[in-house]
């Protein structure tokens, strides 16, 4: 088993559809013993089944408040000492922005996307060397809108260029502590999140007919994709985009 004897956070499980619950399944799978996080008291009865049939811990954290951050490392680090690998599965722009043009995003709109869906990463990994002690493994999913225009994908795409750039700044201050950070740009996968971006079902079509694999991907690979990165097979790659989108992204004309 890759992870036996690790202990994981993943932020950002909402449901069995979550890409985070593709790392959970895969990271428990491989021997991980995990702790997830849910939004607030609302998203819990989602979240705690879920938990429970893996046997992880589960934790309240709501990633715009600096507070609710510090409680939750400091249960993790009373509880656990530390953990090994931290997987950052969180992002959110109000619909309107996500539909439209760009250029109509407000002040207000852009800065609750780049808040929640980046600066939530930075916030992070300021806790990483305290509860990395052994070094670590820090994992963020991002998107290929972030490197082309997508469609409707808008406000979002320009979150998650920051949060690539975030991934390299990130991997660069965190080394020194053996703490690598790496992203995993995943192909589109039908979401609670991607469901509202507009046209979003047209974007599966289209990835179907022009990818090499000539399909979608499943948050299955995305969850084995974070269990090697997650892994000490990965020891030497930080700063990394990896491309999780049956080939995508290379297709030109
Ligand atoms: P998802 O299941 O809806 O997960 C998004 C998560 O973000 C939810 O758990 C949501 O919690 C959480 N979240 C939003 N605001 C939060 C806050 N203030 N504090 C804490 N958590 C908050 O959708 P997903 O597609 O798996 O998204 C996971 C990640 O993968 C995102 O970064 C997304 O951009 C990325 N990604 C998705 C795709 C795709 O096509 N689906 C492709 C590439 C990358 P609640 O639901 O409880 O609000």
């Given at each position: 088993m890759?992870?036996r004897n690790?202990?994981g956070?993943?932020?950002g499980v909402?449901?069995?559809?979550s890409?985070a619950?593709g790392?959970?399944?895969?990271t428990?799978?491989?021997?991980?013993?995990l702790?997830l996080?849910y939004?607030?008291?609302?998203?819990?009865?989602?979240?705690?089944?879920?938990?429970e049939?893996?046997?992880?811990d589960f934790?309240e954290?709501d990633?715009t408040?600096?507070?609710s951050f510090k409680v939750f490392?400091?249960f993790?680090k009373k509880k656990?000492g530390?953990?090994?690998?931290l997987i950052?599965?969180i992002a959110f722009?109000n619909?309107e922005?996500?539909?439209?043009?760009y250029?109509?995003?407000s002040?207000?709109g852009?800065?609750?996307?780049l808040n929640?869906?980046?600066?939530s990463?930075?916030?992070a990994?300021?806790?990483?060397p305290?509860?990395?002690?052994?070094?670590g493994?820090?994992?963020?999913m991002?998107y290929m809108?972030?490197?082309?225009?997508?469609?409707s994908y808008n406000?979002m795409?320009v979150?998650?260029?920051a949060?690539?750039?975030?991934?390299?700044?990130?991997?660069?201050?965190?080394?020194?502590h053996n703490i690598r950070?790496n992203?995993?740009s995943?192909?589109?996968?039908?979401t609670l999140a991607?469901?509202?971006?507009g046209?979003f079902?047209k974007?599966?079509d289209i990835v179907k007919?022009k990818?090499?694999?000539?399909?979608?991907?499943?948050?299955?690979?995305v969850?084995k994709?974070?269990?090697?990165?997650?892994?000490?097979?990965?020891?030497?790659?930080?700063g990394?985009?990896?491309?999780?989108?049956?080939?995508?992204?290379?297709?030109g004309?």
């Open positions: 890759l992870l690790k202990v956070v993943i932020l909402a449901n069995a559809h890409i619950w790392c959970a399944l895969h428990h799978k491989e021997g991980a013993e702790i996080s939004l607030n008291d609302k998203i819990r009865p989602r979240v705690a089944p879920l938990a049939s893996i046997s992880a934790m954290l990633v408040d600096d507070e490392f400091k993790i656990y530390k953990i090994d690998f950052h599965s722009a619909k922005y996500l539909r439209g043009k250029v109509n995003t002040r207000e852009f800065s609750l996307a929640i869906s980046t600066f990463l930075v916030e990994a300021k806790y990483a305290d509860i990395m002690s052994d070094g493994s820090i994992i963020a991002t809108g972030s490197e082309k225009v997508v469609g406000v795409g979150a998650k260029a949060l690539e750039a975030s991934v390299r700044y990130l991997a660069k201050d965190l080394g020194e950070v992203a995993i995943a192909g589109p996968i039908n991607a469901r509202g971006i046209g079902s974007v599966l007919e990818a090499p694999l000539k399909r979608n991907i499943s948050i299955d690979e969850g994709t974070a269990c090697f990165l997650a892994s000490d097979y990965a020891s030497g790659i930080t990394e985009v990896l491309h999780v989108d049956a080939g995508f992204n290379i297709i004309v």
